[in-house]
């Protein structure tokens, strides 16, 4: 396997990291918020778990985007003309402009959840931007089966 063999394996799998952290992050976040519970250290715990995987998916993301991806030398060697191609305007733009405003709302969640005055602010704070990161990744993810370059659900091969 080449670097992009590996960034690619690496950033595939990383997204069900980021899935899982996400669920554990949010699912809690709501409850908590409804019944009016003290946000304890697990919460937290899991917060900073989300923030550090789409972090580690924004630099893999880079790298494939920057250094690997022939996609992308495709795309950068005729801009213009990969704006009127689907995919390759897909993974040029559409992709990394979420990713990385879903990457950013995780982030400003973060810090706005520790600066929170109440366990009610902080559960609010964490459901809008968290939900609003989460919303954009699940969004944004190139599942079978949808937008304009599916890919597996578990990469066991490279394309
Ligand atoms: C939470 C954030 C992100 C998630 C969950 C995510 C998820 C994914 C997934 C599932 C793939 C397909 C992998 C495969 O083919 O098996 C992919 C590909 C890719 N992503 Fe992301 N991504 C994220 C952020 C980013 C960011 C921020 C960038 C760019 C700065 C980026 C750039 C790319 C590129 C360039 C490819 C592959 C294009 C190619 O096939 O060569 N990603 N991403």
């Given amino acids: 396997m080449d670097g992009y063999g590996i960034t690619l394996f690496l950033h595939s799998w990383m997204r069900w990291a980021v899935v899982v952290t996400a669920l554990m992050t949010l699912v809690p ?4 918020w409804r019944n009016g519970a ?4 697990t919460k937290s715990k899991w917060a900073s778990w989300f923030v550090n995987t789409t972090s ?5 993301g880079l790298l494939l985007y920057g250094v690997f991806s022939p996609v992308l030398q495709q795309a950068f060697a005729n801009f213009g003309g990969a704006m009127k191609d689907g995919v390759l305007r897909y ?3 559409e992709h990394m402009t979420m990713m990385v405003i879903a990457v950013a709302f995780a982030h400003i969640g973060a810090a ?5 005055a109440s366990d009610v602010a902080k559960h609010r704070v964490a459901v809008i931007f968290f939900g ?3 919303l954009i990744i699940v969004a944004s993810i190139p599942w079978p ?7 597996p659900l578990f990469r066991l091969a490279l394309p």
């Avoid at 580690?56 to 893999?60: D, N, P, T, W, Y």
């Avoid at 089966?145 to 890919?151: E, I, N």
């Fill in 112 to 116: 706005r959840v520790k600066k929170a």
């Fill in 132 to 134: 609003l990161a989460i």
């Fill in 56 to 60: 580690i998916q924004l630099v893999l």
């Fill in 145 to 151: 089966g949808s937008g304009a370059d599916p890919r």
């Fill in 38 to 41: 003290h946000w304890d250290d």
């Fill in 29 to 32: 976040s709501i409850v908590g």
């Fill in 91 to 93: 993974w040029a733009v």
